[in-house]
């Protein structure tokens, strides 16, 4: 039914149209920016590195008995909240 209708495809046209614009423009941004980028994607990189090793220790201490608690810079406690997620292997 779509593939017939004139207005979806056009729509799709435009999408495309669209996000070929996007990716230009992140493109011109990212050489703008050169280096920073790059300093900008590394520090990306680390927060998740981050995340992962937090949320192991906090999952390792959690199962060990102990006491999970997470403090910042502002003496603002964290708990853990956790989750279970699958994925394909």
Sequence with gaps: M??????YEDIK???KE??????????EAQAEMGAD???LDELKQDIASDQEMLADIA????ANGEEV????RDESEYEPVFSVRF???
């Design 2 to 7: 779509l593939a017939g209708n004139q207005a």
């Design 13 to 15: 046209d435009q999408l």
């Design 69 to 72: 608690v997470v403090t910042d």
């Design 18 to 27: 669209l996000r070929d614009l996007k990716k230009t423009i992140e493109h």
């Design 59 to 62: 999952l390792t201490q959690y």
């Design 87 to 89: 994925k394909k292997v």
């Design 37 to 39: 980028y790059d300093k």
